[in-house]
Every structure is written in C-alpha cells, then in structure tokens.
C-alpha cells in the first residue's frame, strides 16, 4: 500500500509548497540514529542554501517501507531520495559491491578518507542510467556480530543462522564463514532473534541499541568484518527536474551534511557502547584474521573483476 501512497503524496507535498519545491527522503533508521541527526542536517542546509525555495520532508522509521522498497521506489521515481544501507545498493548497480567486501578498510580513519575522496564521487555516480545517483556517503560504523551466545572464531558460526542485509555480497560471506545467510528486514530484527528465526545479526552498536536488540542478543562479538558506509541516494527522475542551480544545492548540502554525520557518528556510537554495556551485553574480542582468512576468495574474486578491482586498487592507495 505504500508503494501506491507515495506517488499521490509527492504530488500533494509539490502542490503545498506553490513557491518551493519539497522533496521526499525516507529512511529505515530510528530518530536517535546519527544517520536520521544527519539528514536533518542536510535538509536545513538545502533550505538555507535556497533561500528556502527548496525543502526536503524526511520520513523516518520505515514509514516508507523497508529499505529495500524504499531504494525500489527512488529508482521508481515514486521517492525522491532515500538513505540505505550501502551493501544493499549493489542489488541495484554491482559497483557498489566494491564497499561491502570483508575488511576491504584497515580502519575507521581509512574508510573516512574514502568517503570524503574523488574514488568516492565516482563510485557515488557509478549507476548513473540505472534510476538513481548517490549524493554522499553516510558513516554507519563497523559491523560485527551479535547473538545470545559469544562468538570467537568462524567454528563458532557452524550452521548458525544469521541475518543479513538483502545482499549477495553479505550471503556470500556468511556462507564462507559456515553459518546460514538468512535476509531479513532490518525492521524485523528483534522478532526474528526472538522467535528463533534467526540466532544471530551482524551490525553496528548502534543498531544493536537503537533496535532494543540488546533485549535479546547479550553477546557482541567484535570482528568488525565489514566497514561498509551508508548512502543517500536520488531519483534520476527527479535530479533531471532540479535546475542546475538547484543540483548544486543539493549536493553541497549533502556533502556537509556528510562531515556533521560523521561528528554525531562518534558522539553517538561512543554513547551507546557505554549504554549496551550497562543494559548487560558482554564485547567479545576475537583474533579477527581467523575471519579475515576465511573470506579471503572473496577479496580475490572482486579483484578478478576490471570495475571492482579500479576502485579497490583507489582505496588500498588511500
């Protein structure tokens, strides 16, 4: 049903604003997360910047869908911008994959540098012609796993099964490590882990808090496999009806917004590492090269492949 409701949304939210143009962003994350304090960010500075002839409406929470029918509906045109999770975006252009591959960063500081770097604006235009363009790049932390038992090495996975994003890249590495890649809607965590449909996730700390998933998985194990940042993505459709002017409004705006998401990442996962700890989940510290060696066909695989191996030869040079 939301899919049918947006169109008919944008239209009235276009006929509100008679002297501005209101553009529609949607996203699955909770009003705490850094990404949403972001993304506030970003609208601000788009309206000031145009002198408030240009506004955007932020629909947080999954009010939209997930964020897989949130990306469907940007390449639609049916949503102007939505921010996903980045390992999702190569469902929709396989370029994209190049960030999603286990410990393709050696550090937060590494990945940063990245995002803020030309290999990253051209990855961002990189599905140009596919329905959509990336506008920036979104710190989301690393990803490790969380589960009701500790996990210390790879044999810890053994037939386990464990939510992923839907993600080829990410199944394929679940599966390398042993365990079952089972896709779930990032919305659906909590009753999944509850019910047993899952036994285990892989995210952020923030996610792990933010979702009350600490409710029921007491263990983080921190192996960090992933470093895969977020991004706002814009409908062709609707970049193609911005001015020019109008274009450069909306990307400076979010190349800033980046920056102040960044500072708001730190504050925020530092907060809430205290706050897991306090709700009673046990950090687990492992020998991440045990994992690193198990995925390591993945890293070979991509650099078989000329597109991949261009931006992960930029990003080892970093």
Known sequence: MKKFILPMLAAGLMVAGAQAKTLTLGHAMSLENAAHKGMVVFAEKVKEKSGGDLKIKIFPNAQLGSERDQAEQVVTGALDMAKINGSLAESFEPTFKTISIPFLFNSTEHMRTFMRSEAADELLKSSAGKGFIGLT?????????????????????????????????????????????????????????????????????????????????????????????????????????????????????????????????????????????????????????????????????????????????KINAL
């Open 137 to 313: 790049f979104y710190d989301s932390g690393s990803r490790s796993f969380y589960s009701s038992k500790p996990i210390r090495t790879p044999d810890d996975l053994a037939g386990m099964k464990i939510r992923v994003p839907e993600s080829p890249t990410m199944m394929q590495m679940i599966n390398l490590l042993g365990a079952k890649a089972t896709p779930v809607p990032f919305t659906e965590v909590y009753t999944a882990l509850q019910q047993g449909v899952i036994e285990a996730a892989e995210n952020n700390v923030s996610s792990l808090v933010e979702m009350r998933h600490t409710e029921v998985a007491k263990y983080y194990s921190v192996d960090q496999h992933t470093m895969s940042p977020d991004l706002i993505i814009i409908s062709e459709a609707t970049w193609n009806r911005l001015t020019p002017a109008e274009q450069k409004i909306i990307k400076e705006a979010a190349r800033e917004s980046m920056e102040e998401e960044i500072k708001l990442w730190d504050q925020i996962e530092t907060a809430n590492i205290k706050k897991a700890k306090e709700l009673g989940v046990t950090f687990v510290e492992l020998d991440k090269s045990k994992f690193r060696e198990k995925v390591k066909p993945m890293m070979d695989e991509a650099m078989a492949d000329a597109k991949l191996a261009y931006f992960i030869n």
